[in-house]
Structure formats: structure tokens, C-alpha cells
């Protein structure tokens, strides 16, 4: 399994690691946690 | 989120730029209404609200914003909002519509209470904004902030200068009542927009070292000291390319390069996040209004000799129909000549002309090299001298 990666807050910058990250190493096991109800929004 | 409000989006899917399911699709695990309690570096895990542990190799801190309240009774009243995340909106959208709203309260005149007295107006609401100052976005000088505020009374916003908020109550006519130190108001819904933070509870509780500016120092690349934390966005500091320093400028622009920087990172890539100039610009009824670099405040502060220069002039070719007065000031370096900064307020061509120099700012470029820039001229959209040539030489003449 790949490295474990947690990421805290679904925001513009949260949403862009884990787009990133998955793109760049599939291997990798990404976890995004967002206290809200909603992801990643054109603000 | 304030177009979305006053009904210039209407579909509010259009704002969602991924769903959850869009990134599980694509293997990445999202929990939502999910809270973090605690970071337990220790044991190399997040400890969830309710109990569950996660554990991570890695970790990123995207913990955004948390916007300031006065401190008042009664701030949390129902139909007293902020406006900071999407459910923020969808709340504020349904208690327009819900409640007949024919009044509204803003108190605070940064970007959100700009924006957000175009969309409350557009609406057909009466509204009235509170500000502890006098003149509104402090981001510019008071040259362009009286523009701004001509612009909000032109357009019925009553605007109350040096305003102390005391209390949000019941009202009598109208849902709640503000008290001030100068007077009562009354309105069916307050919106407190006196600015926000960043959010960094978690970072201090895991000890990792906050700049001046209270957000969270990384390197270049999005890297806390920490090993393996790295953090993105709104919570951490930006370096600035002009002034040299760590500075926080919440936006979102910002967040998604960092982001990107720290995925690419994370994935295994090699990358830096090269910096901002701190542009930035909003639009208010018909008024665009931008700035980038730094002011003369900002520029003594950071060890520069400023000098500036206010150029009234065209937002097109003088001669066409439909040209709109430009305002543009310059900054600059009285030691090098450098450009440091600018600012433009005008119906039109406020915006482009300081993406240009935002630009000329990220290059480093001195008044004599702006001032011959080779801009794409044609009279719909400039004069043969552009205003951004007229204004370097101008104020090249006064160095």
C-alpha cells in the first residue's frame, strides 16, 4: 500500500493537493476530511 | 459566493467545482460534515469528532478561514450571518426568499461587504452598511475609496462612517434591531463581514510556528517545519515577490496554486510555489476596482523609497463612444526606479490595466520599462498611450 496521506479541509487549497497527489502517485491512500457539508467550491 | 446570493448564478451546482463523488471516483477518500479534534503526531494520527482515529504518513493543513465577529450580544441571533463557506450561502439565499426581507444590515466594508451590497441591492432590498472607518476597503487609497463610496451611495447604500456596533436585538418592525453608538437600526438580516482569520487551532496545538501575520510559515514548498506536514491556502503565509516578506492574503487563486505545489510534492513531483505580487480586485455595481504590489505604506515599511503618482486618464481610446474615466496610480522606488505597486478604480479597464502590471510587478520591471511596454492597442480597448504609459512616465518625471 502507499504512504497514508490526510488531508484537513476541503477547501480551493485541500481539493487541489488531493487532485494533485492522485495524479501524480495513484499508489497513494488519500483522505480528505471537510467540517462542512460541501467540497471545493468556486468561491 | 455573492453572485450566487443575488441571483447572477442561479445554479448552485455551478459552484461545486467537484463533487465528493467525482473525487472518489478517482480513488480519493473525502469525509464530509467530519470534524478533527486533534493531531496525535505522536501515534501518527488525526483523532476524529466521535472518536475514530486515522492515521497518516503525511498530512496537510487546508484549514482555511474563520471570519471575526464583533463580540457583541446577540451576534448570534437568527438572521445574523457571516458569509464564509458555501452552506453560508445557501443559508443567507433561503432566509432572503424565506423571510420577506426588506431591509439589510452589512456591517464591515471589505471585498464580501462590497460585493455583497451589489448582490443585496440587486435584489431589490434596502440596504445599510456599518463601518468603524470612514471610507470603505482600506486595501486602497482614500482617492480610490471615495470613488468606491460615490459608487455604493449613488446606488442607494447608506453608508455610516465610525460606527461602533453594540448589540443585535429583537426588532419591532423589521426582525432584528443593531445598536450603535449611533443609534438603533433596524433589518429582517444582518450580515457581519468586519473580515476573518486564518483558521490555525489545530497547527498551534500541534506546536508548528505561526508567521507575523498569525498565519502558518511554510518554505516554497507548501513544507511546515514539521516533517511530512505540509500546509495550503487561506491558513499559511504567501511570499510576497515585491516586498520580500511572508504575508497571508486569503484568496482563493492562492490556495489552488499552493495546493497544486504541495500535491505535486506529495506525488512524488518536484516543485516550488514561486511566490505573489498581491493582486487583487472586486467589482461593485458598476465600478471595477484593483490593486497589486504594495502601497507606500507597506513599501516604507519594507525598506523601499516610495513615490507615487495618481493618473486620471481613459479607460479607451479618448475619441471612441462609451470611454469611461480610468484612474491609475503607480508606486515606485525613488532608489531604483523600480516599480513597487498600483492601483485603478473606473466603469471599465480597471482590472486589465492591473493584471498588466501585476505582471510588470512579477518581473521586476522599472518605470522606464513600463512606460514603453508593447501593449495590444486598438481604440475599443486603449489610446495609442495607454494609461499604464502615461502614468509611468509620469511619475518617472518625478523620481
Known amino acids: 500500500m502507499g504512504k497514508r496521506v490526510v488531508i484537513i479541509g476541503a477547501g480551493a487549497g485541500g481539493a487541489s493537493v488531493a487532485a494533485e497527489a492522485q495524479r501524480g502517485a495513484p499508489s497513494l491512500s488519500i ?9 471545493s467550491v468556486a468561491a | 459566493m455573492p453572485y450566487y446570493i443575488g441571483d447572477v448564478i442561479k445554479e448552485e451546482k455551478k459552484l461545486i ?20 479534534e486533534e493531531v496525535d503526531e505522536k501515534a501518527g494520527e488525526v483523532r476524529l469528532a466521535g472518536g475514530a482515529r486515522l492515521p497518516y504518513d503525511i498530512l496537510v493543513l487546508g484549514t482555511g478561514t474563520t471570519p471575526l465577529m464583533p463580540g457583541i450580544p446577540g451576534e448570534d441571533r437568527e438572521g445574523v450571518f457571516t458569509l464564509k463557506k458555501f452552506t453560508d450561502a445557501l443559508r443567507i439565499k433561503a432566509w432572503l426568499r424565506e423571510v420577506p426581507c426588506r ?14 451590497c451589489e448582490a443585496i441591492r440587486n435584489l431589490g432590498i434596502e440596504t445599510q452598511l456599518f463601518h468603524r472607518g470612514t471610507l470603505p476597503v482600506n486595501r486602497w487609497d482614500p482617492e480610490f475609496s471615495q470613488v468606491v463610496l460615490d459608487e455604493l451611495r449613488m446606488h442607494q447604500v447608506e453608508f455610516v462612517t465610525d460606527a461602533e456596533t453594540k448589540a443585535v436585538e429583537a426588532g419591532k418592525e423589521h426582525r432584528l434591531r443593531l445598536v450603535t453608538n449611533h443609534g438603533e437600526a433596524e433589518a429582517d438580516m444582518i450580515l457581519m463581514a468586519v473580515g476573518i482569520r486564518p483558521e490555525v487551532t489545530l497547527a498551534k496545538q500541534m506546536g508548528l510556528p505561526l508567521g507575523k501575520t498569525g498565519a502558518i510559515r511554510v518554505n516554497f514548498s507548501q513544507k511546515t517545519p514539521r516533517e511530512g506536514v505540509y500546509a495550503v491556502g487561506d491558513c499559511c503565509e504567501s511570499f510576497h515577490r515585491v516586498s520580500g516578506r511572508w504575508v497571508n492574503i486569503p484568496l482563493g487563486d492562492i490556495a489552488n496554486k499552493q495546493g497544486r505545489v504541495a500535491g505535486r ?23 471595477e476596482v484593483a490593486a ?43 532608489a531604483t526606479g523600480k516599480l513597487l505597486g498600483a492601483q485603478a478604480v473606473g466603469k471599465a479597464g480597471a482590472v486589465s490595466r492591473i493584471n498588466t502590471l501585476s505582471a510588470a510587478l512579477w518581473a ?36
Open chain 2, 265 to 287: 510534492n506529495i506525488g512524488g513531483g518536484a516543485m516550488i510555489f514561486p511566490g505573489i505580487v498581491g493582486a487583487q480586485s472586486f467589482k461593485v455595481f458598476d465600478l
Open chain 2, 17 to 36: 467545482a467537484r463533487t465528493p463523488e467525482k473525487f472518489r471516483e478517482t480513488g480519493v477518500e473525502v469525509r464530509i460534515d467530519t470534524r478533527v
Open chain 2, 103 to 116: 431591509k439589510a444590515i452589512i456591517i464591515g466594508a471589505g471585498f464580501i461587504g462590497m460585493e455583497m
Open chain 2, 364 to 399: 521586476g520591471l522599472t518605470l522606464d520599462d513600463v512606460g514603453y511596454l508593447d501593449l495590444a492597442y486598438a481604440p475599443p480597448f486603449g489610446g495609442s498611450w495607454d494609461l499604464i504609459h502615461i502614468a509611468a512616465q509620469a511619475l518617472k518625471r518625478k523620481l
Open chain 2, 292 to 334: 497589486t504590489g504594495l502601497d507606500e505604506r507597506e513599501a516604507a515599511q519594507s525598506g523601499f523609497h516610495p513615490v507615487s503618482m495618481l493618473s486620471w486618464g481613459n479607460a479607451i481610446a479618448g475619441p471612441m463612444p462609451g470611454n469611461t474615466k480610468l484612474g491609475l496610480k503607480l508606486i515606485a522606488d525613488r
Open chain 1, 31 to 39: 483522505t480528505m476530511i471537510e467540517q462542512r457539508a460541501q467540497v
